[in-house]
């Protein structure tokens, strides 16, 4: 998907050695202007709409939405909000051609307002008959505190998507899905296909505290048996999922296959242990990403000693080939800019609050 007037690659080369990251303007805001340079329709629209268009003779009903977009309006509307967590919230958001063509391990980028970041979100569901698609996002800096101000009807600037390689799904007979925090809402749709084509789940969900571990009742629609971790111990067994996982793999399940999507220290655990047990298992890496098509560069993982961009080579790996010092180590390189961002943002919020625009 290359933006036909060549603006990603002309302003975002990819760097040129595999340590280089956009620059904090190039990750958020400028860049991100830059990529969409031309306003509402552009590599957006360009890239997206005509890849949809070609299943137009089947949607002929939207053609109404396909409408409001050319407008230059925004088309993603929420049609539903919940609370899962104090910090943790479920979004249904209207994106029709979205819901027709996602599998699962698949992602959107979206912008919550115009000249906002994009960041990048697992598509947890989809109703093609509904046009929706849902969100599980936990709001824990600028962009998605933000998203989280929108109410029920409000609209979401940009969706774009799907994105990444759906996840591989085989019958492996047996397998375990370990899930940390709100990576158990991007672990949910990936248990569901993996039951659907006919493998035997055990399902690990952990978090720091009982809010945290998340959509039990979802993993167990899909599992034999759900086993919840709590690092204080406020539900489930007090410890870490990889002391749960180390029993499955101790006991006589016959475990054929991980997969595992949390935060990185917990997914370099994991692969730590299954190692051990010569078990195959597969991450979802969750990089830095700009533009989510192959083009900027922030998302470079090293696997196997080779260079690959988690957003098209991706975002699943083979847990035993990630390089995760090094990935920990790059995502950290905006940690005190974004934490600067996060905290003006708030600033702003409270002057427009004592402005009355808020
Ligand atoms: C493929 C993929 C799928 C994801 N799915 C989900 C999901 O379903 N639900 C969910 O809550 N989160 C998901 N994330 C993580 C989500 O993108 C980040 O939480 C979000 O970008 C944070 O942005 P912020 O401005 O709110 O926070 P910031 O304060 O800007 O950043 C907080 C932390 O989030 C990460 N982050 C920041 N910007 C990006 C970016 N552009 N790309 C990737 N990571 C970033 C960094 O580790 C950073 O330290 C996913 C990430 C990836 C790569
Ligand atoms: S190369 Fe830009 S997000 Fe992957």
Redesign the pocket.
């Known amino acids: 998907m290359i933006c036909p007037n060549g603006g990603i690659s002309a302003v975002l080369r990819p760097p040129k050695n595999k340590n280089s990251l956009p620059t904090f303007g190039q990750?958020s805001h400028s860049a991100q202007k830059l990529i969409l340079k031309n306003g509402d329709f552009g590599c957006f629209l360009q890239n997206s709409v005509a890849q949809w268009l070609t299943c137009l003779p089947a949607v002929g009903i939207l053609n109404n939405w396909l409408v409001t977009i050319a407008k230059g309006k925004s088309v993603f509307r929420i049609v539903a909000k919940q609370q899962l967590a104090p910090t943790i919230t479920k979004y249904i958001i209207e994106a029709p051609f979205i819901a027709r063509k996602r599998k699962a391990g698949n992602?959107v980028i979206i912008r919550v307002m115009e000249g906002g970041?994009?960041?990048?979100?697992?598509i947890?569901d989809s109703d093609p008959a509904a046009g929706t698609i849902t969100?599980?996002?936990?709001?824990?800096?600028?962009?998605?505190?933000l998203l989280a101000t929108k109410r029920e009807g409000e609209f979401i600037k940009d969706v774009l998507g799907p994105l990444?390689n759906p996840t591989p799904i085989n019958n492996h007979g047996t397998v375990a899905c370990v899930g940390g925090g709100?990576g158990t809402?991007?672990l949910l749709p990936i248990a569901k296909a993996l039951y659907v084509a006919g493998n035997t789940i055990y399902s690990i969900i952990g978090g720091r505290t009982r809010e945290l571990a998340i959509l039990e009742e979802e993993m167990k629609s899909c599992s034999q048996e759900v086993y919840v971790t709590t690092d204080d111990g406020s539900y489930g067994r007090k410890g870490l999922v990889t002391d749960q996982l180390k029993d499955l793999l101790d006991g006589d399940f016959g475990i054929k296959a991980v997969y595992a999507i949390g935060p990185l220290p917990m997914m370099k655990a994991v692969a730590n242990l299954t190692r051990q047990y010569n078990v195959h298992t597969l991450v979802?890496?969750?990089?830095?990403?700009?533009d989510g098509t192959g083009m900027c560069g922030g998302?470079r993982v090293s696997v196997g000693g080779e260079m690959k961009f988690?957003?098209v080579d991706g975002?699943e790996f083979d847990a035993h080939l990630v390089d995760f010092d090094e990935m920990i180590m790059r995502?950290?390189t905006?940690?005190d800019l974004?934490?600067e961002?996060?905290h003006r943002c708030n600033v702003y919020k409270q002057a427009d609050a004592m402005e009355g625009v808020a």
């Open positions: 990750k992602f970041e994009r960041i990048p979100l697992t947890v969100l599980i996002v936990q709001a824990i800096g600028k962009t998605t505190k990444g709100v809402a991007e979802s890496l969750n990089a830095i990403m700009v998302c988690a957003c975002p995502n950290r905006y940690i974004e934490k961002s996060d």
